[in-house]
């Protein structure tokens, strides 16, 4: 039973993480489209500008991701 609320605390919280990356990844593609440059994207969304930089990458398969399941 321990285990099982352990388990389902970690699922919530890798839960949490995830929507927290999907809405910097939606702010940082809104702000890339107001023509932001990638360094104040990254102070704004606290992504790398890796991530920045393959943000259309991220998208689709974030996308991918939701038409699968």
């Known amino acids: 039973m ?5 388990r389902h605390k970690k699922g919530i919280e890798k839960g949490k993480f995830g929507g ?14 107001m023509d ?10 606290g992504l790398t500008i890796e991530e920045i930089g393959n943000l259309p990458l991220i998208l689709i398969k974030t996308l991918n991701v939701y ?3």
């Not at 321990?2 to 352990?6: A, I, Q, V």
């Not at 932001?36 to 969304?45: E, F, G, L, V, Y």
Request: glycine letters at 0%; zero cysteines.
């Open 2 to 6: 321990l285990e099982e609320k352990r």
């Open 20 to 33: 927290i990356k999907e809405r910097n990844y939606s702010i940082a593609k809104s702000l890339k489209q």
């Open 36 to 45: 932001m440059d990638n360094k104040s994207i990254s102070k704004a969304t």
């Open 67 to 69: 038409i699968n399941k």
